[in-house]
């Protein structure tokens, strides 16, 4: 069966401070994996995908996630964090169709 | 270029009373899916379809029905509400002959008393 693991619930991150989030996944074939962003009252709206290819991967707003096969992870970072960023991150795993499972989400919360 | 629209954004029903959640798509996407979002679980698949008059069950199907006349539209139905209905609902196209990339509607918030 499928599964995505987000390990962190909650994450406090200073502004202009890097950002990585992390994602762990579980699926029997080649994965489709995405992140997701969500705004506070808001939809989800896509930061990057990975198919096939190149490992590291360029997003919206700066963010990059890398495909470890041998750790089945893909973990998303941002070098440097703007207040516009403090939202909830969804790791998301699934197949060619957009049939996708979903992590529980990371909170990240931006201080001055 | 209006995307994914889903109606109401917000709904408050007595426990016991049926409602529809509607969901439309411009874009001439073959899947679309509903899902739910609660606390702490991320956002679960209740039903989804690959085209018009094909559907399936997702992770969560439960107290929800649905149907796909169309390619549009992809309304899901709760024939008696229950209070762990009272959730966020969000419903989700693809283009499987694209980039297969998932575009959410606003959502909808129900609440069940």
């Known amino acids: 069966a499928q599964s995505v693991t987000q390990p962190d619930i909650h994450i406090t991150v200073s502004e202009g401070a890097s950002l990585e989030l992390r994602c762990n996944y579980s699926?029997?074939?080649?994965?489709?994996l995405f992140w997701y962003v969500q705004s506070p009252g808001q939809g989800l709206q896509l930061l990057l995908k990975?198919?096939?290819?190149?490992?590291l991967v360029q997003g919206i707003k700066g963010f990059e996630a890398e495909f470890k096969r041998s750790q089945s992870s893909f973990n998303l970072r941002k070098p440097s964090v703007h207040w516009s960023d403090a939202a909830e991150y969804f790791c998301a795993v699934g197949d060619s169709w957009g049939k996708l499972q979903f992590g529980a989400g990371t909170q990240v919360v931006v201080t001055p | 270029n209006a995307g994914v629209t889903q109606t109401p954004k917000f709904q408050v029903l007595k426990t016991g009373q049926s409602m529809t959640l509607q969901c439309a798509q411009d874009?001439?996407?073959?899947?679309m899916s509903w899902y739910r979002q609660d606390p702490g679980m991320g956002l679960r698949l209740i039903h989804y379809s690959v085209g018009a008059g094909i559907t399936d069950q997702g992770e969560v199907p439960n107290g929800y029905n649905v149907s796909r006349s169309t390619t549009e539209d992809f309304p899901l139905r709760l024939l008696s509400a229950a209070p762990s209905q009272t959730s966020v609902y969000f419903c989700?196209?693809?283009?499987?002959?694209?980039?297969?990339?998932?575009?959410f509607g606003a959502g909808s918030r129900l609440t069940v008393l």
């Open positions: 699926y029997g074939a080649t994965p489709y």
């Open positions: 989700a196209s693809s283009d499987v002959s694209g980039a297969n990339v998932l575009t």
């Open positions: 990975y198919f096939s290819g190149d490992t």
């Open positions: 874009m001439n996407h073959e899947y």
